[in-house]
């Protein structure tokens, strides 16, 4: 099942422009993540933000977290072309014994040169 | 980053034939180790959790008998698709991590049952 709902499903936007996503879930969480996904390969990870943070930058990117809200969202500054690719959250529960990882439903952001 | 190793990258199999997947953590000790199926265009289905030595954690709906997985070691899980049909054609990703850091992913294995 999925954990997560994202928005918008899909997303086109002019190179250069931002992109934001927004990710939310249903259950208490330990840390979430966000992850890319070109077409038909494997995952890369993006950030990973912890439960205990609002905010996280890495270099183009940032992440927000709202745990009252149950909520995050994926900010992509300056898009470029090679951003084309689906977006991921993931959330992660560490309860000793029943560790779980759960995506959400993705979003598929195009970016137009 | 950590690197997770996937084996075989894509497999055809006849119908009723059972199919073996590995997935090792090549420079950590993973703990805790998910198995994610995926559909075209389709987010990432958890499908079950193993740990090592003890017995795999199947989401609701994954049937224990058909998705065999074994987890003998802190660097390796397989996942072994008994009686493979038609349906079970799709993209397997195993996933490796220890408490608290991101998961590491392997590439995938695109099975396709004829």
């Known amino acids: 099942s999925q954990q997560g709902e994202e928005d918008p499903q899909a997303l086109s936007i002019q190179e250069g422009e931002n992109a934001t996503m927004n990710c939310s879930y249903k259950?208490?969480?330990?840390?979430l993540q966000w992850y890319r996904q070109n077409s038909g390969r494997g995952l890369v990870h993006l950030i990973l933000?912890?439960?205990?943070?609002r905010e996280k930058h890495s270099g183009r990117l940032r992440v927000t977290l709202d745990t009252s809200k149950k909520s995050s969202s994926l900010l992509i500054t300056a898009s470029r072309a090679a951003d084309t690719a689906s977006y991921f959250c993931a959330t992660a529960l560490l309860n000793f014994g029943n560790e779980k990882l759960t995506f959400g439903t993705g979003t598929r952001l195009t970016i137009i040169p | 980053g950590a690197v997770v190793s996937q084996h075989p990258s894509w497999v055809i199999c006849k119908s009723g034939t059972s199919v073996k997947i590995e997935c090792r953590s090549l420079d950590f000790q993973a703990t805790t180790m998910f198995w994610y199926r995926q559909f075209p265009k389709q987010s990432l289905m958890l499908m079950a959790t193993s740990n090592e030595g003890s017995k795999a954690t199947y989401e609701q709906g994954v049937e224990k008998d058909k998705f065999l997985i074994n987890h003998a070691s802190l660097t390796l899980s397989t996942l072994t698709v008994t009686s493979a049909h038609p349906e079970d054609s799709s993209f397997y990703i195993c996933?490796?991590?220890?408490?608290?850091?991101?998961?590491?992913f392997g590439q995938g294995t695109r099975l396709t049952v004829v």
């Open positions: 933000i912890r439960s205990n943070e």
């Open positions: 259950t208490s969480i330990n840390n």
């Open positions: 996933s490796a991590w220890t408490l608290n850091t991101e998961a590491f």
